[in-house]
């Protein structure tokens, strides 16, 4: 028996079954040429032979079924229209519908490699019900070009089945999946031929029968794809997306086409979202606008923020400067009939303190100009930079998206009055210099050649030694750096190091520079 929370869904199968050949035609109509005239086959190499991977209506009709070899097929007909299959751009085109059929429910599986499974439980009450949505589908998509199959059950299995096997309406969806032939378990050939050759050719004939004389039989995964396909235990569907935290959607019965009418929308449903984020004590840190056409397509609008928020204005003016730096604008089409705004990642934000006379809110706004520059640049071109736990000085700071928020290590502080233990600037990688004079075993250089400009040193501090980190040698012994603070004859400071101890790890150490300061 299926538990309460699973008998209560309900389940919605979209099958295109020429998806290839729809495909071709709607590329053909994109580029006013004239569609290539039917039958269509697609083929693909199989064991070194050309055969048949797919084929449109009319070539399933006169017998060029899937597997058929391209030679046999034209010696039936001579001039038959061939064509390689594709099968990434018919996944792309998938994942396209997909996006679609998001205006639905946010409960949209992909099953491979020509169909939809929606899980619309709750979600057909804007429709007037399951029929009223799937026929809602159906017009769409078909207005858009597809020839598509739907079907309704109470498992996605059951659904799935019933979209592809189902030639006649039935009285009741318990009768209706009873009447599938065996092949809707989806088990391997031999195992569907042994069905049959016992004389159960359809689920009815297997359901009539002990659950646990068919599973001693042929497999304890045989007996678990037929008590899903009957409701016998739970099944659900893995959504291609999660479902985010918050979600608000507004319909109109006209589309609107204006920008200013779509950013007006948006304005409102980031009020609705800061409601109910204001009850839960929560910010947003993304925020997803996504604006259905009312021919099918989808545009997406994604702004990110440093700080939690659930201001409306703040989200507001982010996503005007989201669309101003889009290289391709937003087309409506012929309007948009849906948006919808999506809250996917959340944090805790308390009541926000009014500033005082005299006080300031310069993290705030700080947060705001890092938010509107990764808006408008792109989040990563906008970068902060945080300490990493290594003594390696050029691995010490990492550079990451300042719409991240903070880094995981602090800088270290250094004492009062003492002077800069690192450059502020530093090259990587470090560049070699001609050290003169070096004292021996760990002195620095009385002068150095650096591009192309002799300096004389003046003042040295160090050395400071530092090892290479011995855990991620990954076998290599990598020679140790002498580090020194110079300063030249004529005041500029530098940080240069000799690259490995004499005799102890190489020969003739090298000398480089690291960094210069001020």
């Known amino acids: 028996m299926t538990d309460e929370s699973s008998a209560n869904r309900r389940y919605l199968a979209i099958w295109f079954p020429y998806l290839p050949a729809d495909r071709l035609l709607r590329a053909a109509r994109a580029a006013r040429e004239a569609p290539p005239a039917d ?85 057909t009450h804007p429709f007037g019900g399951e029929e009223g949505l799937a026929d809602d589908i159906a017009r769409r998509l078909g207005e858009a070009g597809f020839r598509l199959r739907l079907a309704l059950a109470g498992t996605p299995e059951a659904a799935h089945a019933l979209a592809r096997h189902q030639n006649a309406p039935a009285a009741g969806e318990t009768a209706a999946v009873r ?26 004939d297997l359901a009539a029968r002990p659950i646990g004389s068919f599973a001693a039989r042929f497999g304890e995964a045989a007996a678990a794809a037929l008590r899903r396909l009957i409701g016998q235990s739970d099944s659900r569907i ?18 609107v086409a204006r920008t200013e009418d779509m950013l007006a929308a948006l304005g409102e449903l980031a009020g609705e979202a800061a409601e109910t984020l204001d009850r839960r004590g929560q910010g947003g840190r993304r925020f997803a606008a996504r604006l259905y056409r009312s021919d099918g397509l989808v545009r997406d609008l994604a702004v990110e923020t440093g700080l939690p928020t659930r201001d409306p204005a703040l989200l507001i003016r982010l996503m005007r400067e989201r669309i101003d730096a889009l290289a ?9 009939d ?19 006379e005299g006080g300031s809110l310069a993290e705030g706004e700080l947060a705001a100009l890092i938010d509107r520059l990764s808006t408008r640049l792109g989040r990563g071109r906008v970068r902060r930079f945080a300490a990493r736990d290594t003594h390696i000085p050029e691995q010490a700071a990492f550079a990451f998206p300042a719409i991240e928020g903070a880094g995981s290590a602090e ?14 600037h530093l090259f990587d990688p470090p560049q070699p210099i001609d050290a003169i004079g070096a004292e021996v075993p ?40 002498d580090y020194y603070r110079i300063e030249d004859a004529r005041g500029r400071r530098f940080w240069i190091f000799r690259h490995g101890l004499y005799g102890a790890e190489v020969a003739n150490p090298r000398w480089y520079m690291h960094g210069v300061f001020g």
């Not at 391709?328 to 948009?336: A, C, E, Q, Y």
């Not at 849906?338 to 005082?356: D, H, M, N, S, T």
């Open 39 to 123: 039958p269509l086959v697609f083929v693909e190499k199989v064991r070194g032979a050309m055969r048949l991977a797919a084929a449109d209506e009319a070539a399933i009709a006169l017998g060029l079924t899937p597997g058929l070899p391209l030679a046999d097929a034209r010696a039936r007909i001579p001039d038959l229209a061939a064509f390689d299959v594709d099968p990434e751009g018919d996944a792309a085109l998938i994942e396209r519908l997909a996006d679609g059929c998001d205006r639905y429910t946010p409960m949209v599986a992909i099953d491979p490699p020509d169909g939809l499974l929606l899980d619309i439980s709750g979600a």
């Open 179 to 204: 009447r599938l032939p065996v092949e809707a378990l989806r088990l391997d050939g031999e195992q569907t031929l042994a069905l049959r050759r016992a004389g159960l050719k359809t689920i009815g």
């Open 238 to 255: 893995a959504p291609r997306r999660v479902p985010p935290a918050l979600l608000v959607e507004r319909r109109f019965a006209e589309p």
């Open 328 to 336: 391709d604008p937003i087309d409506p089409g012929f309007g948009f």
């Open 338 to 356: 849906l948006i919808r705004l999506a809250v996917p990642v959340v944090e805790p934000l308390g009541p926000a303190q009014l500033a005082l």
């Open 411 to 424: 800088w270290d502080a250094p004492h009062p009055g003492d002077p800069p233990l690192r450059p502020l």
């Open 442 to 481: 760990d002195g620095p250089p009385l002068r150095f050649r650096w591009r192309r400009a002799q300096h004389e040193v003046a003042r040295y501090e160090g050395p400071e030694r530092i090892a290479s980190e011995w855990w991620r040698r990954d076998g290599r012994a990598l020679p140790t750096r």
